[in-house]
Every structure is written in structure tokens, then in C-alpha cells.
């Protein structure tokens, strides 16, 4: 069968973010929040299994965001970094540095750790990108802590979430890299663009060519409430770059495209020898649940392109990154999963890999 | 015809528009946090300055079409932008303002869309559009080094008045595009550029530990086809030393097959015959798995280390070579000599090294001073004891011409040497924060000897 995973993230339960805004205001101890955060961790993956899916995630149900997870709680920051605008107008703002040394807080591991006491089956494990945390070091720099230093430290603390993941087992470790269209808008020049992919490049590097077997990255337009960031940027700035990322796995947003085969040239055009793409197949933005056979049909349409041994499903986007996102249900999100896992069975048995 | 005031209040009316409009523009020029709101502000700007109904920014993109690719654009009818497609080549989509601008570094102006012919490929969108004239201006700016092109674009504005845009417009609106070119590279110099240094820093970093590594790999697999070459010299030993204890082990089971024909067998005698074969098995084991070590290992291992075992080790090994061509060797070792911090056999190396050119530099030489002496001793230094270990002959020796060069690689003054085993030598025990060095002795021969710091 052709092989299928989530991306990431799944809407929290009512109870966690209300538990979460209760510990903000001082009425529930840490210890009352760490038992809501583990009982969805414990829901999210048994609903997950559920679904059939072969290889599931912790639904990142006591992260913070899939951006600042690592470093959320730190002292050393400030709120006020690089904004991120998204189209229907909202504005997430990253941190900013403010002193060094710089370390994470709770890197992935500790996640992997809690998520695989419950889980039966594989579990995938999200780490966001070197490059989207370089944003975090201001513009005006830090007297006394170079950007050098920063990025340096960066790059050792990546690589140590990343190999205690591999070593705990993580089925695959995906960068979650969905500030590559952005950096577009930020820098049409793409010479920031092409920072990104050195820097990211500097991490995965550390590791051997067997070690990248189990190594992804993840792209899209970012998706919170019903919105992008930058989904207005072409394909087609980004795709050429995107596969000089010294990585095996791409889980690439493609449901949500106006014009999917045309993404589909660009990416047989570009991809690299070695390198399996996990096509987005589902879009979490979308309210509607696809059925089995609108996902079965988006595959097919996919392998036109991309040969079905090197092919894979995924969904668009995670279905809550930030964590107070309520624009949609678990239970979409779950159903949704669910049209992902029975689809690709279909989608298999016609391309003969059952 | 309009009265003298008319025009002049006109006029002062149009430098009033402008001056606001550049005001708005620097005031943004200052603030905005990106590229892509810098650019999308000022066709704004622009537009609501009133004095043209369309304003989009190209960037020209190096493609195989030479495209000027519709980066931000506001006013009336946006989807003209998205119509039509200029190029900058030479081609007839280039031959337009915006591609004569982004070509020649000059503006371009249309004065009347109607009847231009440069214009034609775009003349029907535009005028379906209201536009009547338009202006493209280069957007140029070069990189801080060299000189080359950073950014290739085009401001272009269309009016629905015809030639809208007369000298002191075109000289406005230049002026506008270089500012706006600077304040581009400025923001790109915040974040490419920085986070470019950071990274090229890095990636230097990256790989000059790579090569590091690599010279340090090479060092390691050089010495270990050192340790081969010099076990090699030694073949014909080493096949003596291990047949005497396998001849020994031979004599013994021959024998305790004899008896064990006898009634009652004697076996007292097999007993004794059978622990010499196993204590002769043990002494061929032993002598092969030193062979081994020096032969495969080829990483460094530095560990407390027994520097008197290092010693012990090695002249096992050398001794029979030694005495197979007439040489006679002394030994006086110190006893209680402290652990030391290093790899076993990389220090075996040195020594073995030290020794078999000892023994070389007396195989010509007449028997009596057939010698080689190795000693170990003590030395009390600031730091505390140190270990030394030389090893003194009384063979040619070596000029004083020659003496600076003993340790140089590739430097060797036997007719088939490689001229590394000094160089290695020296590398290793430089290696161990130890000292090597050679001193000819007063009568014949030299002494080589290393210094070794205790274990801290």
C-alpha cells in the first residue's frame, strides 16, 4: 500500500484550551494541566488509530504551536518579533530574542516520549525548521551574542531533538518548513529563500544518507483559522529549492492548489533521485469532509506524475498548528484522516500495491 | 484656452500632489517591515495620489522568456496586470515600456496608447482598461560588492489622461524608483543578508571541521600502513617466534600419544605435557593478537596506559629480530613508572618504530658495537613525574647537517626508506602533549627518546 501519514496537528479538545486559559489565570496548578495535556494526548492517539491510519502523531496537543514549542516559556524572549500576516488579516506575531545563550525549553523528544506510552502503532514526530526559528533573532542583533553564535547554537540544539528522535524510534522526524512561500513575500529576490535551505541544509548534514532515510520536510502555505499566509505565492518560486533540501521525505501541500497538475509537472521536474513525496491529498481549511473516492482520484492523478514507488499521502496542513485554533472539530479532523486512510487503500489497490 | 492662473494653480496643484506623495513614500519608506508591503504601499501611494489610475512593480526574473513578473500592484483594473505579459528581451513582449525601461536603465513613456506602436501587443487590454499614457521607470539597484545587478524591475504607471507624464513627471517618478530601489536593499539587507552571513560563517565552520576530520582519518590510516610496513620488516621473526611455541605444542601431543600407549600411561608426564601445550597455545596467541592490534586498529583510543607494558609489548616482539641478525640487546627499565594518558598502539608504534632503526643502524656495523640499549626512567619535572623512554645505539648515527631534518616527512637517509616513521613518531607523541627528539651520542650511534607528561 502506498504509504500514508499525518502531518501533524489535531484541533485540541474544549476542556485542554480552556484548562490551558485556567492555568494562564492561576486557577489549575501545573500538575492539573499536565494530567489535561496527557489525557489528549492519550484520547488524540487512540482516535487516530482509529482512523487505520498506519502511522499517526501526537496530534501536538501540549504544544504550544508548531513553531514555538521548543521555545515557548523561555525567559529570553519577547512577543514582539517578525509578524506573520495571514490573509483574512490576522497577524501571529513570532518572538523575539532578547539575550543568549539560546537553548529549547521542551524540545520534540519530550513529546515523542509521552506520545509513544499510548501508541501501538508507528508514530511520526514534527519539529519545525532551523529556518523558521533563525526569525527569531532581531534585525538590530544582540550585544554581546552574535547572530553566528544564535544560529550555531540553533542548529546543535536541532540536531539533538532530532537524533534522540531517530533514537527513540520516531518512524519519520519531519521538518516542518512552511516559511519557504513566505520567505518569498518577505524577499522576492529568494536570497532568503535560499539562507533557509543552506541553513536547514547545515542541520541535515549532521546526519548520515541512512539517517535521512527517516528524515521529511513539510511545506505549505501555513494554515490557521480559515487562512494562509501565503498561498498567494507561486508554487513555482519555491518548488526548485525546496528538493535541494538534503531530505528524503517532502510532504508537500497540494489539495488546497488551484491548479493541482501543474504543481505536479513542477515537482517531477525538480524532485531528486531518492526523494518520495507525500502529496497533500486533504485540506484541512476546507470545512467539507472529502470522501475515499475524491482522495482515491487526487492520487491517481498524482502518480500521472510521480512514480507510485516514490509516492505517498498526507494532508495539506496540519488541522490546529497554533493551539487555540477552534476554527475546526477533532471530529472533522479525525474524518478527514479517516477519507485520507480509506482513499489511499483504494488508490493502491488500482495501482496494483496492495 | 485656460487663463495664466488656471495653469498656475494647476501646476502648483500638481507639485502640491507630488510633494505629498513623497512624503507618504519616505514616511514608508522608513517603516514598513517588509519587501512586499514596501512595494504594495507605494503602488498604493501612487494610485491615491491621483495621478495615475494603475500602478504595478515588476521584478525581472532570468527565465528563458526574460518575464518582468507582476510582484504589487493597486488602482483600477488589476486584472490587466495579470493579462498581459511583458517581457525585458529582445523579443516583440520586451518592446514595451516596461521592457525598453528594465533593458536601457531609462524611462519609457507612452503618450498615447491609442496610436504608439510599441505599444500594440498591449493596446487593447489597456484602453479596455481607461488607460490613455503610461511610464515605466527602471528599478535598479546594485549589490554592495562587485557591482552586480541586486534587483531588475520596472515602476509602471498609467494615467487615463493622454501624455500624462511630461519631463518634470519623469524626472519625479526616476527619482522615486532610486529611492525606493535603496530602501528595497536596505530591508533585504536585514534579513538576507544578515541571516546569509550567518549561515556562509556556519557552512566555512562546517567545513573546515569536515576537512579536519578527513586530514585527521588519513593521519589515522597512514600510520596504521606504517604499523604494517614495519610489521612487515619483521615477518620473518614473528613466523619464528610463533612456529617455536606451535613446533613446542607439536613435540608435546607426540609425546602424550606415546604415552597414553603405555599401561598404566604415565600421567603425571601427560598432565605436565598438556599444560605446555596450552602455555605454548597461550605465548603464539598472545604474540598473534599483538600483530592484530597494530595491524587493524586504526582509530585513536587514548585511555590510562601502562607504559612499561607498552615497553615490554614491544620488545617481545623485536627482540628475535634483533638477535636474528647479531645484535644484542640491554634493557633497563624503571620499575613503578606512572600511568600515562594515551593509545597503546600508537606509543607501541613509536617504540617499535625507534627500535627497528636501531637495529638497522648497527646491521653494518662491526659486532662489538652490535648494541642497542633501552631504557625507561623517571623524571621529576614541575608538572610532576614524567616518563622516559630512549632508545640508544651505537650504530652510524647521524651529522649534524642532518639532525634538523630526522623528523621531516619523506625525509630519510636509508636506500628504500619511506621516510614517515619519524614523522609519525613525532605526530603521535606531540599527540600525547609528549617530546621527541634525537641527540648523536659522544662515541658512535644516537639516542632517540620521548617524554610523556603524567596522567592528569
Same mark, same amino acid.
Given at each position: 500500500?502506498?504509504?500514508? =501519514? #499525518?502531518?501533524?496537528?489535531?484541533?485540541?479538545?474544549?476542556?485542554?484550551?480552556?484548562?490551558?486559559?485556567?492555568?494562564?489565570?492561576?486557577?489549575?496548578?501545573?500538575?492539573?494541566? $499536565?494530567?489535561?495535556?496527557?489525557?489528549?494526548?492519550?484520547?488524540?492517539?487512540?482516535?487516530?488509530?482509529? /482512523?487505520?491510519?498506519?502511522?499517526?502523531?501526537?496530534?501536538?496537543?501540549?504544544?504550544? $504551536?508548531?513553531?514555538?514549542?521548543?521555545?515557548?516559556?523561555?525567559?529570553?524572549?519577547?512577543?514582539?518579533?517578525?509578524?506573520?500576516?495571514?490573509?483574512?488579516?490576522?497577524?501571529?506575531?513570532?518572538?523575539?530574542?532578547?539575550?543568549?545563550?539560546?537553548?529549547?525549553?521542551? #524540545?520534540?523528544?519530550?513529546?515523542?516520549?509521552?506520545?509513544?506510552?499510548?501508541?501501538?502503532?508507528?508514530? %511520526?514526530?514534527?519539529?519545525? *525548521?532551523?529556518?523558521?526559528?533563525?526569525?527569531?533573532?532581531?534585525?538590530?542583533?544582540?550585544?554581546?551574542?552574535?547572530?553566528?553564535?544564535?544560529?550555531?547554537?540553533?542548529?546543535?540544539?536541532?540536531?539533538?531533538?532530532?537524533?534522540?528522535?531517530?533514537?527513540?524510534?520516531?518512524?519519520?522526524?519531519?521538518?516542518?518548513?512552511?516559511?519557504?512561500?513566505?520567505?518569498?513575500?518577505?524577499?522576492?529576490?529568494?536570497?532568503?529563500?535560499?539562507?533557509?535551505?543552506?541553513?536547514?541544509?547545515?542541520?541535515? =548534514?549532521?546526519? *548520515?544518507?541512512?539517517?535521512?532515510?527517516?528524515?521529511?520536510?513539510?511545506?505549505?502555505?501555513?494554515?490557521?483559522?480559515?487562512?494562509?499566509? $501565503?498561498?498567494?505565492?507561486?508554487?513555482? =518560486?519555491?518548488? #526548485?529549492?525546496?528538493?535541494?533540501? %538534503?531530505?528524503?521525505?517532502?510532504?508537500?501541500?497540494?489539495?488546497?492548489?488551484?491548479?493541482?497538475?501543474?504543481?505536479?509537472?513542477?515537482?517531477? =521536474?525538480?524532485?531528486?533521485?531518492?526523494?518520495?513525496?507525500?502529496?497533500?491529498?486533504?485540506?484541512?481549511?476546507?470545512?467539507?469532509?472529502?470522501?475515499?473516492?475524491?482522495?482515491?482520484?487526487?492520487?491517481?492523478?498524482?502518480?500521472?506524475?510521480?512514480?507510485?514507488?516514490?509516492?505517498? /499521502?498526507?494532508?495539506?496542513?496540519?488541522?490546529?498548528?497554533?493551539?487555540?485554533?477552534? *476554527?475546526?472539530?477533532?471530529?472533522?479532523?479525525?474524518?478527514?484522516?479517516?477519507?485520507?486512510?480509506?482513499?489511499?487503500?483504494?488508490? $493502491?489497490?488500482?495501482?496494483?500495491?496492495? | 484656452?485656460?487663463?495664466?492662473?488656471?495653469?498656475?494653480?494647476?501646476?502648483?496643484?500638481?507639485?502640491?500632489?507630488?510633494?505629498?506623495?513623497?512624503?507618504?513614500?519616505?514616511?514608508?519608506?522608513?517603516? @514598513?517591515?517588509?519587501?512586499?508591503?514596501?512595494?504594495?504601499?507605494?503602488?498604493?501611494?501612487?494610485?491615491?495620489?491621483?495621478?495615475?489610475?494603475?500602478?504595478?512593480? &515588476?521584478?525581472?526574473?532570468?527565465?528563458?522568456?526574460?518575464?518582468?513578473?507582476?510582484?504589487?500592484?493597486?488602482?483600477?483594473?488589476?486584472?490587466?496586470?495579470?493579462?498581459?505579459?511583458?517581457?525585458?528581451?529582445?523579443?516583440?513582449?520586451?518592446? &514595451? !515600456?516596461?521592457?525598453?525601461?528594465?533593458?536601457?536603465?531609462?524611462?519609457?513613456?507612452?503618450?498615447?496608447?491609442?496610436?504608439?506602436?510599441?505599444?500594440?501587443?498591449?493596446?487593447?487590454?489597456?484602453?479596455?482598461?481607461?488607460?490613455?499614457?503610461?511610464?515605466?521607470?527602471?528599478?535598479?539597484?546594485?549589490?554592495?560588492? &562587485?557591482?552586480?545587478?541586486?534587483?531588475?524591475?520596472?515602476?509602471?504607471?498609467?494615467?487615463?489622461?493622454?501624455?500624462?507624464?511630461?519631463?518634470?513627471?519623469?524626472?519625479?517618478?526616476?527619482?522615486?524608483?532610486?529611492?525606493?530601489?535603496?530602501?528595497?536593499?536596505?530591508?533585504?539587507?536585514?534579513?538576507?543578508?544578515?541571516?546569509?552571513?550567518?549561515?556562509?560563517?556556519?557552512?566555512?565552520?562546517?567545513?573546515?571541521?569536515?576537512?579536519?576530520?578527513?586530514?585527521?582519518?588519513?593521519?589515522?590510516?597512514?600510520?596504521?600502513?606504517?604499523?604494517?610496513?614495519?610489521?612487515?620488516?619483521?615477518?620473518?621473526?614473528?613466523?619464528?617466534? @610463533?612456529?617455536?611455541?606451535?613446533?613446542?605444542?607439536?613435540?608435546?601431543?607426540?609425546?602424550?600419544?606415546?604415552?597414553?600407549?603405555?599401561?598404566? !600411561?604415565?600421567?603425571?608426564?601427560?598432565?605436565?605435557?598438556?599444560?605446555?601445550?596450552?602455555?605454548?597455545?597461550?605465548?603464539?596467541?598472545?604474540?598473534?593478537?599483538?600483530?592484530?592490534?597494530?595491524?587493524?586498529?586504526?582509530?585513536?583510543?587514548?585511555?590510562?596506559?601502562?607504559?612499561?607494558?607498552?615497553?615490554?609489548?614491544?620488545?617481545?616482539?623485536?627482540?628475535?629480530?634483533?638477535?636474528?641478525?647479531?645484535?644484542?640487546?640491554?634493557?633497563?627499565?624503571?620499575?613503578?613508572?606512572? !600511568?600515562?594518558?594515551?593509545?597503546?598502539?600508537?606509543?607501541?608504534?613509536?617504540?617499535?618504530?625507534?627500535?627497528?632503526?636501531?637495529?638497522?643502524?648497527?646491521?653494518?656495523?662491526?659486532?662489538?658495537?652490535?648494541?642497542?640499549?633501552?631504557?625507561?626512567?623517571?623524571?621529576?619535572?614541575?608538572?610532576? !613525574?614524567?616518563?622516559?623512554?630512549? @632508545?640508544?645505539?651505537?650504530?652510524?648515527?647521524?651529522?649534524?647537517?642532518?639532525?634538523?631534518?630526522?623528523?621531516?616527512?619523506?625525509?630519510?637517509?636509508?636506500?628504500? &626508506?619511506?621516510?614517515?616513521?619519524?614523522?609519525?613518531?613525532?605526530?603521535?607523541?606531540?599527540?600525547?602533549?609528549?617530546?621527541?627528539?634525537?641527540?648523536?651520542?659522544?662515541?658512535?650511534?644516537?639516542?632517540?627518546?620521548?617524554?610523556?607528561?603524567?596522567?592528569?
Amino acid at each position: 500500500m502506498l504509504p500514508t =501519514e #499525518p502531518v501533524g496537528s489535531i484541533p485540541r479538545p474544549a476542556a485542554l484550551i480552556a484548562g490551558v486559559q485556567d492555568f494562564q489565570a492561576g486557577r489549575i496548578s501545573q500538575r492539573e494541566l $499536565s494530567a489535561l495535556y496527557d489525557a489528549a494526548v492519550q484520547d488524540t492517539i487512540q482516535r487516530l488509530e482509529a /482512523t487505520g491510519s498506519p502511522v499517526i502523531t501526537d496530534g501536538e496537543q501540549a504544544k504550544h $504551536s508548531f513553531a514555538t514549542y521548543s521555545i515557548h516559556g523561555l525567559d529570553n524572549l519577547s512577543p514582539d518579533g517578525v509578524p506573520i500576516p495571514f490573509a483574512d488579516g490576522h497577524i501571529r506575531h513570532f518572538p523575539r530574542l532578547i539575550s543568549g545563550p539560546f537553548r529549547y525549553k521542551t #524540545p520534540a523528544d519530550v513529546y515523542l516520549e509521552a506520545a509513544q506510552r499510548y501508541a501501538h502503532v508507528p508514530v %511520526k514526530q514534527a519539529v519545525v *525548521s532551523a529556518s523558521a526559528l533563525s526569525l527569531l533573532y532581531p534585525q538590530g542583533g544582540i550585544r554581546g551574542y552574535s547572530r553566528e553564535e544564535y544560529l550555531d547554537a540553533l542548529i546543535t540544539e536541532q540536531e539533538g531533538e532530532i537524533r534522540r528522535c531517530l533514537e527513540m524510534g520516531a518512524h519519520v522526524v519531519q521538518m516542518d518548513f512552511t516559511e519557504g512561500r513566505l520567505s518569498i513575500k518577505l524577499d522576492p529576490s529568494r536570497r532568503l529563500l535560499q539562507s533557509f535551505i543552506d541553513l536547514n541544509n547545515l542541520v541535515l =548534514e549532521r546526519f *548520515s544518507a541512512e539517517e535521512r532515510k527517516r528524515i521529511g520536510v513539510h511545506t505549505c502555505p501555513g494554515a490557521d483559522r480559515h487562512s494562509t499566509h $501565503s498561498a498567494d505565492v507561486d508554487y513555482a =518560486e519555491l518548488l #526548485p529549492s525546496l528538493f535541494a533540501l %538534503k531530505a528524503n521525505n517532502f510532504c508537500v501541500q497540494l489539495a488546497s492548489e488551484p491548479d493541482r497538475k501543474r504543481v505536479l509537472r513542477m515537482i517531477r =521536474e525538480h524532485v531528486r533521485d531518492g526523494q518520495r513525496i507525500f502529496v497533500g491529498v486533504i485540506d484541512p481549511l476546507d470545512p467539507r469532509v472529502e470522501t475515499p473516492e475524491e482522495v482515491r482520484d487526487r492520487i491517481l492523478e498524482a502518480s500521472d506524475y510521480i512514480a507510485p514507488d516514490r509516492l505517498g /499521502t498526507t494532508d495539506d496542513c496540519g488541522f490546529a498548528p497554533f493551539s487555540d485554533d477552534t *476554527s475546526r472539530t477533532r471530529e472533522t479532523a479525525f474524518d478527514k484522516i479517516r477519507a485520507r486512510v480509506a482513499g489511499t487503500a483504494l488508490a $493502491s489497490r488500482l495501482l496494483g500495491l496492495e | 484656452m485656460p487663463e495664466q492662473g488656471e495653469v498656475r494653480d494647476a501646476i502648483l496643484d500638481r507639485l502640491n500632489r507630488r510633494l505629498r506623495t513623497l512624503c507618504q513614500c519616505t514616511s514608508t519608506f522608513l517603516q @514598513v517591515e517588509s519587501e512586499q508591503e514596501l512595494l504594495q504601499s507605494l503602488c498604493e501611494i501612487l494610485v491615491a495620489g491621483g495621478d495615475c489610475r494603475l500602478a504595478w512593480i &515588476g521584478y525581472c526574473e532570468d527565465d528563458a522568456d526574460k518575464t518582468i513578473r507582476p510582484v504589487a500592484q493597486a488602482g483600477s483594473g488589476l486584472d490587466y496586470v495579470e493579462r498581459v505579459k511583458t517581457s525585458w528581451g529582445e523579443m516583440e513582449a520586451g518592446q &514595451g !515600456p516596461a521592457g525598453m525601461a528594465a533593458r536601457t536603465g531609462q524611462a519609457c513613456c507612452v503618450d498615447d496608447i491609442r496610436t504608439d506602436t510599441r505599444f500594440s501587443p498591449w493596446r487593447a487590454a489597456a484602453l479596455a482598461g481607461g488607460y490613455a499614457s503610461c511610464i515605466a521607470v527602471p528599478l535598479i539597484a546594485r549589490g554592495k560588492k &562587485g557591482g552586480a545587478v541586486d534587483l531588475r524591475g520596472t515602476l509602471n504607471l498609467y494615467s487615463a489622461e493622454y501624455k500624462a507624464f511630461d519631463e518634470s513627471a519623469i524626472e519625479h517618478y526616476t527619482g522615486l524608483a532610486t529611492s525606493l530601489a535603496y530602501a528595497v536593499t536596505a530591508l533585504r539587507g536585514h534579513l538576507a543578508d544578515d541571516l546569509a552571513s550567518g549561515v556562509t560563517a556556519l557552512r566555512a565552520r562546517a567545513e573546515r571541521k569536515r576537512s579536519e576530520e578527513a586530514l585527521h582519518q588519513a593521519r589515522e590510516e597512514l600510520a596504521r600502513v606504517t604499523r604494517v610496513t614495519t610489521l612487515g620488516e619483521l615477518a620473518a621473526s614473528i613466523a619464528h617466534e @610463533v612456529n617455536q611455541p606451535l613446533a613446542a605444542i607439536v613435540a608435546d601431543a607426540n609425546a602424550c600419544l606415546h604415552w597414553l600407549d603405555a599401561d598404566p !600411561p604415565p600421567f603425571d608426564s601427560i598432565r605436565e605435557a598438556l599444560a605446555g601445550v596450552v602455555n605454548d597455545g597461550n605465548r603464539a596467541g598472545e604474540v598473534i593478537a599483538r600483530i592484530r592490534a597494530l595491524v587493524t586498529r586504526s582509530s585513536v583510543a587514548h585511555g590510562p596506559c601502562d607504559l612499561g607494558g607498552v615497553v615490554r609489548d614491544v620488545l617481545v616482539l623485536v627482540g628475535p629480530e634483533l638477535g636474528r641478525h647479531g645484535t644484542v640487546l640491554h634493557t633497563f627499565l624503571a620499575t613503578g613508572l606512572p !600511568p600515562i594518558m594515551g593509545d597503546r598502539v600508537q606509543l607501541q608504534q613509536v617504540l617499535l618504530n625507534l627500535l627497528l632503526n636501531a637495529a638497522e643502524a648497527v646491521r653494518d656495523v662491526p659486532p662489538e658495537r652490535r648494541r642497542v640499549v633501552v631504557r625507561s626512567t623517571l623524571e621529576q619535572r614541575e608538572d610532576g !613525574p614524567w616518563a622516559v623512554v630512549a @632508545v640508544e645505539d651505537a650504530g652510524v648515527g647521524f651529522r649534524e647537517e642532518q639532525a634538523a631534518r630526522l623528523f621531516e616527512a619523506f625525509y630519510t637517509t636509508k636506500p628504500d &626508506g619511506l621516510g614517515m616513521g619519524l614523522s609519525i613518531s613525532r605526530s603521535i607523541i606531540d599527540g600525547h602533549r609528549g617530546r621527541l627528539w634525537a641527540t648523536a651520542n659522544p662515541g658512535h650511534g644516537a639516542t632517540f627518546q620521548f617524554a610523556l607528561p603524567p596522567m592528569r
